[in-house]
């Protein structure tokens, strides 16, 4: 049974640029999160995909914007990088029709934005 | 706003001795609560849940944690730490209708042969 995994492992980018990160969630389930990790910190929620809607956001700016598609994976797009975008990002999966609220996470993209 | 506590950034024990990490947490009703470890590099790993009934709950890797309403917290512990324990490990909490997680900002745990 396949985890959640994402790709790419590690990504650099310079300011300016446009980033775009992949997750494929474990096998049934129907729910993407996303976080970034600064260095020192823990995961901060970016935002939650189910039925290819964004249904919840936390408090990032509209640069950062996603995707899912109609298999669940999931797209992360962030443009116009900025240094403070550097950090790990985590996808999480998740079943929502369970009523558990348990996400399992990847092992994350590392962004360096230089 | 819901926020979670952890107040020890660094906890350093010996191998073979117990482990106790704290986590506070501010929520006005009883939230789901998740304790997760990540080793250098790597992504969360669940160690252990609890969203209602017995307030002790086991997890993997001999880990358990006690949920305590009247203190607003939720400790992790362990009898005796391997070496393989070292790690950062985070506190969560999730919320009713939401899956969101708020996470603490994390204890780095060294072990000490």
């Known amino acids: 049974d396949a985890g959640v995994t994402q790709s790419p492992t590690h990504l650099i980018k310079t300011r300016g640029q446009q980033v775009t990160l992949r997750c494929s969630p474990k096998?049934?389930?129907?729910?993407v999160s996303w976080y970034q990790q600064a260095l020192g910190q823990g995961p901060q929620f970016i935002f939650q995909?189910?039925?290819?809607?964004?249904?919840q956001r936390g408090n990032f700016p509209d640069r950062f914007s996603g995707h899912q598609f109609p298999n669940y994976s999931s797209e992360l797009n962030v443009n116009a990088l900025l240094l403070g975008d550097s950090a790990l990002y985590l996808c999480?999966?998740?079943?929502?029709?369970?009523?558990?609220?348990?996400?399992?996470f990847g092992p994350g993209t590392r962004l360096l934005v230089l | 706003a819901q926020s979670v506590t952890q107040p020890d950034i660094h906890i350093t024990v010996s191998e073979g001795a117990s482990l106790e990490l704290r986590c506070n947490y501010s929520y006005g009703a009883t939230p789901y609560l998740f304790w997760y470890v990540q080793s250098p590099g790597q992504g969360l790993q669940l160690l252990l849940k609890y969203f209602s009934g017995d307030t002790l709950v086991q997890g993997i890797k001999g880990f358990e944690a006690e949920f305590k309403r009247s203190q607003s917290s939720f400790n992790l512990r362990k009898p005796s730490v391997h070496w393989s324990d070292a790690a950062e490990y985070f506190c969560a909490v999730g919320f009713t209708g939401f899956q969101k997680l708020v996470f603490g900002t994390g204890t780095r745990l060294l072990v000490s042969p």
């Open positions: 995909y189910y039925e290819e809607e964004e249904r």
């Open positions: 096998s049934g389930h129907d729910t």
């Open positions: 999480a999966s998740s079943l929502r029709s369970s009523g558990g609220e348990t996400q399992y």
